[in-house]
């Protein structure tokens, strides 16, 4: 700066000068502001396009058809694209396994995870028969490589079609609801989310998804949405909708409402994902046909199946009781319970060799007249052992064997015992008529 003195005029051209340039120095400054938020913006709005195409390509591309079933999915994104994803996995023995997730955090971050969880999943179910196993295999898996502050929880569902059976285990994710008859009812299992910590356990649940009933996996942005007046939806608004609608129009109904709900201009805060199983109300009424009539009015009861593993046989006992309980009961009950589990024991045993990979499957019908339990195992071309009475003295003597009454019991348990067999699978049919005296045939 000059040493010299300013006039009075000097230093009023100046001010002058400096308020003049004040606004071009501001406006360059809001210029360059503005760009780099335009570039800020624009980054955003990229990782929001690879962070969307990354979760559209890992969402299913067809929905399963299942005989007797009707499935629904829908996804509807936010415009910050988190970490929702679904998933149906074929499974080898018929069965169909359900995913329903949603990882903490958003964009690419989130989507990553999100594929990376989905491919584990699928891996592990089709190594896996328990969805508690397969929870507890992908959360190991996780830990080590899932960033930190960032978790998954997810719902893990086996289902199978004929039966209806359904089995679950949760990390974490919002319970799944049953519209059934006399109301909507939820289905609890306790597990912590994914990828928190190694060795968690995740408790598994089983549920029967009977004709007419639908199941509801739903992520957490329905339920947590607010209305303009900051009113959250909520989850008993779930389960009221759901006891209104019937199972195809349930997620319409849900999204309209979320729709009133929220107001038609405001921004959608979370994803929201929901699936739905239906059954349909004619499933599990058989057709008859010449070949395999049975009686009049012939029903499937139940049908199920479990892995070849000893102590199932104790599993297969109370789907059992459950179909047919109604029919009969005391000591023809109880006698029935037990050919069940003896059934079973020589299936894994003989049948299948225990070898957990190969399922025994059962099925419960029931006519007018007799209530029938069929249990198949996978050892079609092996020979069949007899329900001849076994050698009691040579037993007893050490020179045969000590086993072999399976067949010989289970016979003297019902009043009809059939053994078939063809080139995949035997089966053995109990047979136990619903008028009796209370006992079937004694061992003699």
Same mark, same amino acid.
């Given at each position: 700066m000059s040493e010299q003195d300013y006039s009075a005029d000097d230093r009023k051209l100046l001010a002058n000068l400096a308020a003049q340039a004040a606004p071009a120095v501001r406006v360059g400054q809001l210029v360059r502001q503005q760009e780099a938020q335009a570039r800020s913006r624009e980054r955003i709005e990229q990782e929001l396009r690879v962070a969307r195409l990354i979760q559209q390509q890992f969402l299913p591309k067809e929905l399963p058809e299942l005989g007797g079933w009707h499935v629904s999915a829908h996804y509807r994104p936010a415009r910050e694209v988190s970490g929702d994803f679904y998933d149906f996995i074929e499974l080898p023995d018929g069965r169909v396994g359900v995913v329903a997730g949603d990882v903490t955090d958003k964009g690419v971050p989130a989507a990553l995870v999100m594929a990376t969880t989905r491919s584990m999943l699928r891996g592990e179910a089709t190594n896996h028969i328990s969805p508690g196993t397969v929870l507890e295999r992908v959360n190991d898996l996780l830990v080590p490589d899932i960033p930190a502050q960032m978790f998954v929880t997810c719902l893990y569902g086996v289902l199978d079609p004929g039966s209806g059976r359904f089995q679950y285990a949760n990390a974490g994710h919002n319970l799944p609801y049953v519209s059934t008859s006399k109301g909507v009812k939820e289905l609890r299992a306790r597990g912590m989310p994914l990828g928190l910590m190694p060795g968690m356990v995740y408790e598994e649940k089983e549920a029967n998804i009977g004709p007419g009933e639908t199941v509801l996996l739903h992520s957490d942005g329905l339920a947590e949405a607010h209305s303009p007046e900051r009113e959250m939806f909520g989850f008993p608004r779930v389960m009221k909708l759901m006891? !209104? +609608?019937?199972?195809?129009? #349930? #997620?319409?109904?849900?999204?309209? =409402?979320?729709?009133?709900? !929220? &107001? *038609?201009? *405001?921004?959608?805060?979370?994803?929201?994902? @929901? /699936? !739905?199983?239906?059954?349909?109300?004619? +499933?599990?009424?058989?057709? =008859?046909?010449?070949?395999?009539? /049975?009686?009049?009015?012939?029903?499937?009861? !139940?049908?199920?199946? @479990?892995?070849? =593993?000893? &102590?199932? =046989?104790?599993? +297969?006992?109370?789907?059992?009781?459950? *179909?047919?309980?109604? @029919?009969?009961s005391g000591k023809r009950l109880e006698r029935l319970k037990t050919a069940v589990a003896e059934a079973t024991m020589n299936a894994i045993e003989h049948g299948n060799e225990s070898d957990p990979k190969l399922p025994v499957e059962i099925r419960v019908l029931a006519d007018d007249e007799r209530i029938m339990v069929q249990v198949s195992d996978q050892g079609g071309e092996r020979p069949i052992a007899d329900a001849e009475a076994p050698d009691l003295e040579a037993k007893l003597a050490g020179t045969q064997t000590p086993r072999g009454w399976g067949l010989f019991l289970i016979k003297n348990m019902v009043d009809d015992m059939r053994v078939s067999s063809d080139a995949k699978q035997h089966t053995i049919e109990l047979i136990l008529n619903l008028k009796g005296d209370g006992d079937v045939s004694q061992p003699t």
């Open positions: 006891e !209104t +609608a019937s199972g195809d129009d #349930i #997620i319409d109904a849900l999204l309209m =409402e979320f729709d009133r709900f !929220t &107001g *038609a201009s *405001a921004e959608q805060e979370d994803d929201i994902t @929901l /699936v !739905t199983l239906g059954r349909s109300s004619s +499933a599990g009424i058989m057709q =008859e046909s010449s070949s395999d009539r /049975v009686g009049q009015n012939t029903r499937l009861l !139940t049908e199920f199946s @479990l892995p070849s =593993e000893l &102590g199932n =046989e104790r599993q +297969a006992v109370q789907p059992v009781v459950d *179909a047919v309980q109604t @029919l009969i």
